[in-house]
């Protein structure tokens, strides 16, 4: 099993650029959870997904934020326009609706 | 409301002396309770986990921790510190309310001396 894939390990934008990460859960997982680790403000949850759904978006910060799931193998969070605050290690996670989350090596995100 | 709180930010060891995270967890129903490690510029990785069986939980590198519902506590430990253990450790709670959501503690940065 390849386990949750962020194939992306450093993204570099700079402010006011449009950031797409991307994620692919483990196969056969059915929820899918978008996490931010700051030094600041530790690990927070933002958004995730049952079947592909968005059931709680609570943690997504601002209107800039937003994430799909256009299938069951595949998401994205963009932030549009970034910020240097959105610098921060992104974290994808799955579940198979066991409560034990599989997460990825995350995306280190850093807006110039 | 579900919480937990991880008392110490900060643990040194020397090398081959026990190891003592500790962690309580507050919450309304019946939790799950997981211990996460994380080594530098790495994912999260699941060290063991409390689903309401045994309450004395073995984890993975010889980590166990013990569920203790009169405490409301859930303290990891290992008999022996090793190098390798050098990491961040988060203490997470979750709750049978009939989704997946985790609350994660602030986490514990371990260090190890030789």
């Known amino acids: 099993d390849a386990g949750v894939i962020q194939s992306t390990r450093h993204e570099v934008t700079e402010m006011g650029q449009e950031v797409t990460l991307r994620c692919k859960p483990i196969?056969?997982?059915?929820?899918l959870f978008w996490y931010r680790q700051t030094m600041m403000r530790g690990l927070e949850l933002l958004i995730y997904?049952?079947?592909?759904?968005?059931?709680?978006d609570s943690g997504m910060p601002e209107d800039r934020f937003s994430a799909k799931m256009p299938n069951a193998s595949f998401s994205t969070l963009k932030i549009q326009p970034s910020e240097p605050r959105d610098s921060a290690v992104y974290f994808c996670?799955?579940?198979?609706?066991?409560?034990?989350?599989?997460f990825g090596p995350g995306t280190r995100l850093t807006v110039l | 409301a579900q919480s937990v709180t991880q008392l110490d930010s900060h643990v040194s060891v020397s090398e081959g002396t026990p190891v003592l995270l500790r962690c309580n967890y507050s919450s309304s129903y019946s939790p799950s309770l997981f211990w996460y490690v994380q080594h530098p510029n790495k994912g999260l990785q699941l060290l063991l986990k409390?689903?309401?069986?045994?309450?004395l939980v073995k984890g993975i590198n010889g980590f166990e921790a013990e569920f203790k519902k009169s405490e409301t506590s859930f303290h990891l430990t290992k008999p022996s510190a090793h190098m390798s253990d050098a990491a961040e450790y988060f203490c997470?709670?979750?709750?049978?309310?009939?989704?997946?959501?985790?609350?994660f503690g602030a986490g514990t940065r371990l260090a190890v001396h030789p």
């Open positions: 996670a799955s579940s198979g609706g066991n409560n034990e989350q599989f």
């Open positions: 409390y689903t309401s069986a045994a309450t």
């Open positions: 196969s056969g997982h059915d929820y």
């Open positions: 997470v709670v979750s709750f049978s309310g009939g989704y997946n959501k985790l609350i």
């Open positions: 997904f049952n079947n592909n759904v968005p059931i709680d």
